[in-house]
Every structure is written in structure tokens, then in C-alpha cells.
């Protein structure tokens, strides 16, 4: 066989003999572990703002600003750390990320300034949770499987679900009944425990344990060559690469949307906001929790959907039916859970984190090898978008003393970024060097494929 220039075979006598279960699929579950233990601090927020303004004094704008910034750093980490998971690999950087999600909810508990809020729970989380993000999830998809990279990638994608699932009634519970100091330990203490078992399972690339990606051709599979040279050049170059082509803008503004109606907006204020209308505390959060069940189903339903349709009208589909449940929402708060409720956040829940598998999927399809570094900084759009609505939504809530106008503000949004989905152009963008221009290669106005 020959092998490519920059490229070479994954062993000189060929693969080993394949396991019963094949490798990826415990790498798979692994990441998955590690994904749920970091998605511990993204239940806390919501079910620790109230009883932070309740000790302290804080305001909505000024507990959102530091959630803004654990967003915003939550994004902006992404495509250096799947840069760095290139360079340095995967195990190294995830157990670095999960310990300083667990050094700042650890540390929270020492805080009495809400300058301080900023560094935990912005800074050292934002770092930590970013360093993983969704781009963890991506690089394990591509780079140990071969064949259902879709459905892989719905699986990890609902980790942070689970972890939401998992962790809000009691972070919730723990917070009204022992305090805020005792949840935001059970955050810590989560994170920290992930770190060995990362460590002892995890690994880089398939060739590593002798084996091919699941479903690869071993005729024809030759084990890509290992990037050397700079992370964060290699990070920049991703994105100068990408932003000279029209489908990137598409799919970044879109996911951008998609965090500031998800993370921004419900994940951080559907507890306060519902404690506005009189419902209690925990059963706002255990309404939250609910959306996470679906979130899993959804997901991973959205994964296998992405390996058999076109991923452009999933996205179409997902923006409209988010765009309808933000419109209802306000008349759907109350002191009580009414069907109504349930059946808003079975919905929303469905279609909470659907948009990420379709959307990684066309960063792979256009971009080719640089597919994780660009779903790496589409996926930091995500969350400035994610940063700016928990903010904004803050400063609403204080100006006008509801969040009804945010709520409805997301919903427009959602139309345009159905809008963008429908119009991104499927076909491979060429790379640096190609005579072909951008926009000739690349129009998003054009029809589809």
C-alpha cells in the first residue's frame, strides 16, 4: 500500500487482532464520564443565585457578569485546547481542565466579594470547562471512529446533559438545606474524581492501542500524521482559514444563537425567573433537570438523524421549535407545574443541545482535517453568544423587572439562525493556496447540493 506523503501506516505488521469490544468504544465512555463530572458547575448557577443574593446581597447584573465570563472563556479556550489535544494529547489536557473546574468550585467557598465570584467561578472554571468542551467531544468522534461519528458524537454531547440531569436536584437540595458552600463542594469534589480514571483510560489515537478507527477500511486506512509545531499558531491558522469562507459565518452566528438560547438564557435564568412567578426553588430546578432527560434523548437521537439526513434541515427544524417554546414561555410560568410546563420542557429538552451534532458534522464536511479546530471556534460563537444573553438577560430582569422581553428576544433570534442554517453551502472549502476564491467556492446564498 502506498502511504501518503506526511503519513504513515499504523504498524509495520499490520493491525492487532481486534477485541470483542472494540477500544473506542471505552474511550467513548470515558469521555463521556469526564464530560458528565465537568457538567457538575453547569447546573450550579441557576440553583446558586438566589441563595448568593440572599447571603451576600449581589444582583442579577452582577452574578450574570461572572457567569458571562465563565461563558465567554468557555468558548474562547475551545479552539486552543483542540489544538493543544493535537499537540499534546487528550488524557493531558482533560485532566488538567477537570482539576481547575474543582480549584474553582472548591475555591468558591471561600469567597466574601463578589470580585471574587469573577475569578472562580468566570476564570478558573471558564478555563476548566472550556478546555473540554464540545471540541473533546468532536476529537474523540473523529479520531477513533471511522463509522458512527454522528450517533458518538449525540452520546458525548449528552454528557454534559446527564451531568446537568444528575447534579441539579441535589445541587439544588444541598443548597437551600446545608447552603450554597456545601453544593458547590459536591462540584468539586465530582471534577476532582474524574481525574484518575481519565488518566488510566484515556488515550490519544487509535494506533495507540494497535487498533484502526471503528469502521475503518484496513485496506485502505493510513493513521494521519501527528501535528508538531505550535498550538495556538495552529488554533489562529483554523480560524484565518475558516473566516475567508462564507459557511463559517453561517454556522458560527447560528451557534452562537443556539448558546444564548440554551445556555444563556434557560440554563442561567429559568430557576430565577421561575422563582419570580412564586414556584419554589427546587422544583424549578427539578423542571431544569427534566429538560436535561430529554436532552439525552434528544441528542443522541439528533446524532443518528445527522448520519442519515441532511444536517442543514435538522438545524432548520431545531431553531423553529425553540423559536415557538421561547414565545410561550412567559405565559407558561407559574407558582405551580401545569402540563402545559411539562410539555414546554420535554420540548425544549429535545431540542436543548440537538443543534451540536449536525452542526459538527458540516465543519468536518467543509473543512476536512481542520474540521475540530473550526467546530473549535464555531463552538466559542456558541458561547459569546452564550455570554452576552446571560448577561443581557440580566440587565433586563433588573431594568424592567421581568424576563418576559428576554424570552422573547431569543425567539427571534431563533428565526434568524434557521435562516443561516438552511443557507450554508455543503461543498469542501478549498484550502489555503487554491485558485479558487471564497466566494466562488463558497456562496451561502446559492441552493443546496
Known sequence: MTVPSGREPLAANGPRRSPRIHPAWWVAAVAFLALLAAAGFRAAPGALMVPLHEEFGWSTTVMSLAVSVNLLLYGLTAPFAAALMDRFGIRQVVAVALTLVALGAGGSVLMTASWQLLVFWGVLIGLGTGSMALVFAATVANRWFARRRGLVMGILTAGSATGQLIFLPPVAQ?????????ASLLVAAVALAAVPVVWLVLRDRPEDRGVLPYGADPATYVAPARPTGNAARRAIDGLAFAS?????WALAIAFAICGATTNGLIGIHFIPSAHDHGMATTTAAALLAVVGIFDIV????????TDKFDPRILLVAYYGFRGVGLVLLPSLLSDVVHPSMVLFVVIYGLDWVATVPPTAALCREIFGDRGTIVFGWVFAAHQLGAAAAALGAGVIRDSFGTYTYAWWGGAALCI??????????????PEAGSDASPDAVDPVAEGAR
Not at 244 to 248: G, Y
Not at 298 to 305: D, E, H, N, P
Not at 416 to 429: E, G, K, Y
Open 416 to 429: 434568524i439562525a434557521a435562516v443561516l442554517s438552511i443557507a450554508v453551502r455543503r461543498r469542501p472549502a
Open 174 to 182: 444541598l443548597a437551600e438545606s446545608a447552603g450554597w458552600r456545601a
Open 298 to 305: 434528544g441528542t443522541v437521537a439528533s446524532g443518528w438523524l
Open 244 to 248: 475567508r469562507r462564507r459557511s463559517f
